[in-house]
């Protein structure tokens, strides 16, 4: 499956702290995104990286890409009770769909 | 400032019954998709179109039909509903995917489907 997994699947931390998780993949990717959901609503976009780019920065969102390993990360730093959410990773592979990965929950404690 | 609208938002169904969930987009996009998100499952494609009057299969599309007549909207149809199809079911919509660049997806808000 070209499904891209997230992980932790779960992820609890004070509010302050910096919150990481991680999406592998199996496949060749054109590019990578990064969504946020919050509890009973739509996914929002956050952050694209193609695959000629390492890391991407916007805002307190910071994404590595290491197309070596097929992996990314999403960093989240100073994290506030506003970011408790699922973050998915989607992967666009060469053909006209994303895919996306199981999410990890990330909640933060105030 | 409407983006991608779905109806209804809550339906209750009985086993055989069949339906329709209706997507539309404002945003003049070509390619327009429908997902169901399961516990422990994530999201999972069911059909997606890349213009009007084309549709394709995704990775779930059993028992599931979609029509594209008109570019801004996308029909997602259960003809006859089984209790495995109870689900939440996104619509989502992007402007084109072609090359590297890619495209950001929008989402609706979801439809909570359950079937008795």
């Known amino acids: 499956s070209q499904q891209g997994e997230e992980d932790p699947q779960a992820l609890s931390i004070q509010e302050g702290e910096n919150a990481t998780m991680n999406c592998s993949y199996k496949t060749s990717i054109n590019n990578l995104q990064w969504y946020r959901q919050n509890s009973g609503r739509g996914l929002v976009h956050l952050i694209l990286?193609?695959?000629?780019?390492r890391e991407k920065h916007s805002g307190r969102l910071r994404v590595t890409l290491d197309t070596s390993k097929k992996s990314s990360s999403l960093l989240i730093t100073a994290s506030r009770a506003a970011d408790t959410a699922s973050y998915f990773c989607?992967?666009?592979?060469?053909?006209?769909?994303?895919?996306f990965g199981t999410g990890t929950r990330l909640k933060v404690l105030a | 400032n409407a983006g991608v609208t779905q109806t209804p938002k809550f339906r209750v169904l009985k086993t055989g019954q069949s339906m329709t969930l209706l997507c539309a987009q404002d945003?003049?996009?070509?390619?327009m998709y429908w997902y169901r998100q399961d516990p422990g499952m994530g999201l999972r494609l069911i059909h997606y179109s890349v213009g009007e009057g084309t549709t394709a299969k995704g990775e779930v599309p059993d028992g599931y039909n979609v029509s594209r007549l008109k570019k801004q909207n996308f029909l997602l149809g259960l003809e006859s509903a089984a209790p495995s199809q109870t689900s939440v079911y996104f619509c989502?919509?992007?402007?084109?995917?072609?090359?590297?660049?890619?495209?950001?997806?929008?989402f609706g808000e979801g439809s909570w489907l359950t079937v008795v």
């Open positions: 945003m003049n996009h070509e390619y």
């Open positions: 990286i193609r695959s000629n780019e």
């Open positions: 989502a919509s992007s402007l084109t995917l072609r090359g590297s660049s890619g495209n950001t997806i929008y």
């Open positions: 989607a992967l666009l592979s060469g053909t006209y769909k994303y895919i």
